[in-house]
């Protein structure tokens, strides 16, 4: 079964607005990622946040962590159409497996 | 290679027929991992390989999926007697040993008929 679950499971923004995805998992984790999918084929990483990290930043993307409540959040400002895809939380556990959530499908309007 | 290699990337097989699929990984990247995505779902965990170590199994769905890592390095994921509902998209990532980003294949796009 999968570890992560995230919500909402669609979104549709206009460009120049924010994107906010949450993800839950369900075990402890090592740290917490997120990918990017275009098309259904191969995954992206974003960006990689450990698990005695709160925030990380990289350019328009902004990661929290709340390990008290197994749940993290995705962040992406200013979004432009080509930011358009689905995103995915995987967790990575203490056997260094790594697990994905259900994905949130992005779309942004120009 | 400089990336995740899978081949072939479309494969339309018989119901009942068996399939092979291979995952290239990373030069030096000690894991690797297979996962399955159905059209429009996420990504459903496989098995996972971890250098000389027994790889964890849990993932596969049935006994007609087995996996083995040659060598430490190249990868076959192997469906016997394919089912209608075997059909998606099989991706392959790896990764340093330890707690790393992983890189992904393209896929394998298996279509049952």
Same mark, same amino acid.
């Given at each position: 079964?999968?570890?992560?679950?995230?919500?909402?499971?669609?979104?549709?923004?206009?460009?120049?607005?924010?994107? &906010?995805?949450?993800? *839950?998992? $369900?075990? #402890?984790?090592?740290?917490?990622?997120?990918? !990017?999918?275009?098309?259904?084929?191969?995954?992206?990483?974003?960006?990689?946040?450990?698990?005695?990290?709160?925030?990380?930043?990289?350019?328009?993307?902004?990661? &929290?962590?709340?390990? *008290?409540? $197994?749940? #993290?959040?995705?962040?992406?400002?200013?979004? !432009?159409?080509?930011?358009?895809?689905?995103?995915?939380?995987?967790?990575?556990?203490?056997?260094?497996?790594?697990?994905?959530?259900?994905?949130?499908?992005?779309?942004?309007?120009? | 290679?400089?990336?995740?290699?899978?081949?072939?990337?479309?494969?339309?097989?018989?119901?009942?027929?068996?399939?092979?699929?291979?995952?290239?990984?990373?030069?030096?990247?000690?894991?690797?991992?297979?996962?399955?995505?159905?059209?429009?779902?996420?990504?459903?965990?496989?098995?996972?390989?971890?250098?000389?170590?027994?790889?964890?199994?849990?993932?596969?769905?049935?006994?007609?999926?087995?996996?083995?890592?040659?060598?430490?390095?190249?990868?076959?994921?192997?469906?016997?007697?394919?089912?209608?509902?075997?059909?998606?998209?099989?991706?392959?990532?790896?990764?340093?040993?330890?707690?790393?980003?992983?890189?992904?294949?393209?896929?394998?796009?298996?279509?049952?008929?």
């Amino acid at each position: 079964s999968q570890q992560g679950e995230e919500d909402p499971q669609a979104l549709s923004i206009q460009e120049g607005e924010n994107a &906010t995805m949450n993800c *839950s998992y $369900k075990t #402890s984790i090592n740290n917490l990622q997120w990918y !990017r999918q275009n098309s259904g084929r191969g995954l992206v990483h974003l960006i990689l946040i450990r698990s005695n990290e709160r925030e990380k930043h990289s350019g328009r993307l902004r990661v &929290t962590l709340d390990t *008290s409540k $197994k749940s #993290s959040s995705l962040l992406i400002t200013a979004s !432009r159409a080509a930011d358009t895809a689905s995103y995915f939380c995987a967790t990575k556990t203490g056997a260094n497996n790594l697990f994905f959530g259900t994905g949130t499908r992005l779309t942004v309007i120009p | 290679g400089a990336g995740v290699s899978q081949s072939p990337s479309n494969k339309v097989t018989e119901k009942g027929k068996d399939v092979e699929l291979r995952c290239d990984p990373i030069s030096g990247h000690t894991a690797l991992y297979w996962y399955r995505q159905s059209l429009g779902q996420g990504l459903e965990f496989l098995i996972y390989f971890q250098g000389n170590s027994a790889p964890d199994k849990s993932g596969l769905p049935s006994d007609r999926f087995s996996a083995e890592r040659t060598g430490g390095s190249v990868s076959t994921l192997t469906i016997q007697r394919t089912q209608q509902e075997d059909s998606a998209v099989y991706l392959c990532a790896s990764s340093l040993q330890g707690a790393t980003e992983a890189f992904f294949g393209q896929g394998t796009r298996l279509t049952v008929v």
